[in-house]
C-alpha cells in the first residue's frame, strides 16, 4: 500500500505543478490527494515501531498526522469554505459584448460577512462545472447585500455564460477570500488593470466613492490597457474613476500602442514614493515588477500583483 500510494502521490503532485495537464482534469485528480495521504498514514501508523511514539520524533509524527489527517477528512468531506458559503440569486445581468464580458449581479442570502475590495469568491451556478473564482467588482454595504462579478468569456464555461445564467437563478457564493486590499497606508498609489485585470480596481473605485472628502485618501492614477473595446464599459469605468476622484489613464492597445514601466515613470513624476497595484496577465505583471526593480522601487514592499490563477 505504502509503494502503491507514493507513486500515486508522485503522479497527483506532477498533474498539479504541470499547468500542461487542463484544470478540470487537475481539479477532479486532486480531490484524490487527501485518500492517498490517509493511505500513507495508516502505512506509517502500522509501520513504525511502538516504543517510536514515545520519543520526541514520534510525537512530532504524531501531531502533524492527526493535523494532517483533519485536514483529508475535511478535504474528502467537501467542507474547505463551507463556513463561508452562501446562497444567493442573480439579480440583474449586463453584457459587455466588446470586451466579451458579463456582469453578474448577485442578491446575497444570510451568511455573507462582507469583504474588501480587491477580493475574491468562489461561484457555483452549476454543480456539475462546479466553483469558478471571480474577483468581487462591488463595494460592500450590509444595507444592500449584492456582489457584482465581471467575467471575461475565457474557456469553456465562462464562454456564452450571458445564455445559461438567467434572472432568479440561485447560485452559491464562497468567499471572500485574497489579500489585494489596497490597505497599505501609503499616500500614493499607482493602479494598473490590464483588460478583465481591472475588476479589483472597480471595487475599490465604488468604495472610495463613498468616502467621505475630509477623510484622508491616497492619491491615485489608475492605468487601464485593453485590447478590445467597449464604449458602454469604458463610460462607467471613466464615471467611477470620477466619482472616487481617481486619475484615469486609458491606453487602448491599437491607438495608444503598449504600457511599459518608462511609460508609467513618465506619467507619475513621484512613482518612487508611490505603491503599485498591478491585476492582469501574469506575464506583464512580472515585466512591470523587473522593470521597476531594475530602476530600485522596493518591490518586495511595493508592488502588489493579483494572480488570476489558481495554480
Ligand atoms: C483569484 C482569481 C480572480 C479571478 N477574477 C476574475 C474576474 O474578476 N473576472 C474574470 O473574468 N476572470 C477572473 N478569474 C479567472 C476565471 O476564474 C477563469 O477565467 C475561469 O475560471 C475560466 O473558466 P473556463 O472554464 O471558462 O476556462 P478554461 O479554459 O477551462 O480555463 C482557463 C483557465 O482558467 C483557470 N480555471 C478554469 N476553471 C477554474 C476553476 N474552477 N477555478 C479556478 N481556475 C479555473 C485555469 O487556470 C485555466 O487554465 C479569476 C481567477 C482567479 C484565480
Not at 456582469?103 to 457555483?124: D, Y
Not at 445559461?164 to 468567499?175: A, C, D, F, P, W
Not at 486619475?247 to 491599437?254: E, S
Not at 504600457?259 to 506619467?267: M, S
Request: proline share 5%; charged share 20%.
Amino acid at each position: 500500500m505504502g509503494e502503491w500510494a507514493f507513486y500515486g502521490i508522485v503522479i497527483l503532485l506532477l498533474v498539479a505543478l504541470i499547468k500542461l495537464v487542463p484544470y478540470k482534469v487537475f481539479r477532479y485528480s486532486h480531490r484524490f490527494v487527501p485518500v492517498v495521504y490517509l493511505v500513507l498514514v495508516f502505512h506509517s501508523v502500522i509501520l513504525i515501531d511502538h516504543a517510536m511514539w514515545a520519543t520526541p520524533l514520534g510525537v512530532a509524527l504524531a501531531l502533524l498526522m492527526l493535523a494532517g489527517s483533519y485536514a483529508a477528512l475535511v478535504s474528502i468531506f467537501g467542507r474547505i469554505g463551507a463556513g463561508r458559503r452562501v446562497s444567493g440569486e442573480i439579480a440583474e445581468m449586463r453584457n459587455y459584448p466588446g470586451v466579451r464580458s458579463l456582469e453578474t449581479v448577485i442578491r446575497l442570502g444570510k451568511g455573507w460577512q462582507g469583504h474588501q475590495a480587491g477580493q475574491f469568491a468562489f461561484v457555483t451556478s452549476n454543480v456539475v462545472e462546479g466553483a469558478h473564482p471571480y474577483t468581487i467588482a462591488s463595494a460592500w454595504s450590509p444595507e444592500e447585500p449584492l456582489v457584482t462579478f465581471v467575467s471575461k468569456e475565457l474557456g469553456d464555461h465562462t464562454t456564452g455564460l450571458i445564455d445559461r445564467l438567467k434572472l432568479g437563478q440561485k447560485v452559491t457564493v464562497e468567499g471572500p477570500y485574497g489579500r489585494f486590499t489596497f490597505d497599505d497606508g501609503l499616500p500614493r498609489q499607482i493602479w494598473v488593470g490590464a483588460g478583465i485585470g481591472i475588476t479589483p480596481f472597480l471595487a475599490r473605485l465604488k468604495e472610495m466613492a463613498t468616502v467621505s472628502p475630509d477623510e484622508a485618501r491616497p492619491e491615485i492614477d489608475l492605468f487601464h490597457t485593453t485590447r478590445e473595446v467597449d464604449e458602454a464599459a469604458l463610460e462607467r469605468i471613466a464615471e467611477d474613476a470620477r466619482a472616487a476622484k481617481v486619475r484615469l489613464h486609458l491606453l487602448i492597445d491599437a491607438r495608444d500602442g503598449q504600457l511599459t514601466g518608462q511609460r508609467i515613470r513618465d506619467e507619475i513624476g513621484d512613482w518612487r514614493e508611490a505603491s503599485l497595484w498591478f491585476c492582469g496577465p501574469s506575464k506583464f505583471g512580472a515585466a512591470l515588477r523587473t522593470d521597476f526593480a531594475a530602476q530600485g522601487f522596493p518591490t518586495d514592499e511595493r508592488f502588489h500583483q493579483e494572480l488570476f490563477e489558481m495554480r
